[in-house]
């Protein structure tokens, strides 16, 4: 079974084709152009190169966030109509999870942040598994990076990861903290589709119509919009 997988929560997306646990091809979207002008011509550029018809994909996965607002949603519909179309299942991936799975087994723990905004972080830590996978045993909605990292225990066994390592190096590391390479922090596709496949072969199944991006907080737009914010005005 071939599997098609979408990274786009990052400001670089990324999209990934898998037959069974083979990753047969791994492509960076272009820099400098949004998700929305180039993964639907990725996507069918790397079909064509890998002789792979849209009707034989039975898996889709999709990190569902958290991330960029609009990219999450360009990759959740984008993945949704695919599966759709060609009646493939779909599975949601969790960016900061996808993060995690990136890191060598170093340390028993990753700390995985996303951007914000407004100089604020969400984040996740995760515990690595005899298994070799990572275990989710505390998060945070958007807090400062060093207030929601200082809570964390064992940060003499942790790495920080993600985005918002990307974001905020130059803090984090003046804070003495143990930060990943650049290029393990980006949330990628092969990840993404590694995943999604573990996720399948246990028996996971997501359901087309109630999959959900993980936001973590409203858009600008929907905050402006709302009675509170209406309120303060």
């Known amino acids: ?24 091809a791994f492509r960076w979207l272009p820099e400098g152009r949004r998700s929305a002008q180039s993964l639907a011509p990725g996507i069918q550029e790397l079909l064509r190169d890998c002789s792979v018809r849209p009707a034989e994909i039975g898996l889709v996965g999709v990190s569902v966030g958290p991330g960029s607002f609009t990219g999450i949603r360009i990759g959740v519909v984008t993945a949704k109509t695919f599966a759709y179309a060609v009646g493939a299942e779909i599975l949601g991936v969790d960016t900061l999870e996808a993060v995690a799975a990136c890191c060598p087994p170093a340390v028993p723990f990753v700390a995985a942040i996303a951007d914000a905004q407004r100089g604020d972080v969400v984040g996740k830590l995760f515990q690595l598994q005899a298994d070799g996978t990572w275990l989710a045993v505390a998060a945070s909605g958007p807090r400062k990076p060093l207030d929601w990292l200082s809570t964390l225990p064992h940060t003499s066994d942790c790495i920080v990861a993600g985005p918002g390592v990307v974001r905020f190096r130059d803090l984090l590391a003046e804070a003495g903290y143990r930060l990943a390479t650049d290029d393990t922090c980006r949330p990628n596709a092969k990840t993404v589709g590694q995943l999604a496949w573990t996720y399948y072969a246990s028996g996971r199944r997501d359901d087309l119509w109630t999959m959900m991006p993980h936001y973590f907080r409203p858009s600008y737009a929907e905050e ?7 309120a303060s005005g």
């Open 1 to 24: 079974m071939y599997t098609l997988a979408l990274e786009t929560t990052d400001t670089v997306g990324s999209i990934a084709l898998f037959r069974a646990t083979e990753c047969l």
């Open 224 to 230: 402006k919009a709302s009675p509170a914010a209406n």
